[in-house]
């Protein structure tokens, strides 16, 4: 007897396949998606399929242009801006705590991670730099130990990774998550703090790069300046 998936588990998986599609940029920003078409791909009714679009415009991946008619988000400088923002906000704090909770076994963890990296920086494989990239920043935040910290960043976390996808300065990113590395070993929180900064200003300034053609589209980097209203440019 073929054993029925439940509808519930059919959502999640199409919602899963989805956003790694757009994650991966398989799917654009400005693609159509089209429940019959996506029910047909995936073999499913449309009533997963019409779950997880809802799903994916609550995350923020896409949006209802029309009614009838749903597309994958593109992000201004105002969204990039803003989710940097919240990323310098958590994750230094994470970075510091970090520091002062590692133990061998976290730090080998981490180290194992940033040996992976390394492996796919090499082979200029985006998407398992993409992966082992967010698992990095995953297991700092582990390392954190803050329950409260990691439910915040939850909600935005495909987001970020969304975002960590566009900067494709891959070496130089290795050298920045291996200085972070040390940093974190060292067990210093303020020295590990510091560099979680430049790090995520660096990254902010390399995505906005990719993205819109400028080192930062409003004059100033994430975290400076009061957050204001950015101009219309759009991933292309």
């Given amino acids: 007897m073929t054993k029925i998936e439940p509808l519930g588990a059919v959502r999640e998986r199409v919602l899963a396949d989805l956003r790694r599609e757009i994650i991966a940029g398989r799917l ?26 809802r799903a994916l415009v609550a995350e923020g991946f896409v949006h209802f242009e029309t009614p009838r008619r749903t597309v994958v988000r593109r992000l201004t400088p105002a969204d990039v801006k803003e989710l940097f923002e919240l990323r310098e906000a958590l994750e230094v704090y994470a970075t510091g705590l ?27 494989d985006a998407e398992a730099i993409t ?3 967010t698992r990095f920043h995953d297991r700092i935040l582990a390392m954190a130990g803050n329950s409260l910290l990691i439910s ?23 050298t920045e998550h291996q200085e972070l590395y040390e940093a974190i070993a060292s067990g210093d929180p303020d020295r590990a703090r510091t560099h979680a900064l430049r790090h995520v200003q660096a990254n902010y300034r390399s995505t906005v790069r990719h993205l819109f053609g400028a080192a930062d589209p409003e004059g100033k980097g994430a975290g400076d300046g009061d957050g204001g209203e950015s101009g219309a440019a759009e991933v292309p």
């Fill in 28 to 53: 654009r920003p400005g693609d159509r998606l089209v429940e019959r078409e996506l029910a047909e791909r995936f073999g499913v009714s449309r009533v997963p399929v019409r779950e997880a679009i």
């Fill in 98 to 124: 970090a520091a002062s909770r590692a133990t061998p076994r976290t730090l080998a963890e981490l180290r194992e991670l940033l040996d992976s990296a390394a492996s796919a920086t090499e082979a200029g």
């Fill in 131 to 133: 992966d082992v990239n």
């Fill in 152 to 174: 915040v960043m939850e909600p935005v976390d495909g987001r970020l990774r969304w975002l960590t996808r566009q900067n494709e300065e891959w070496p130089q990113l290795l």
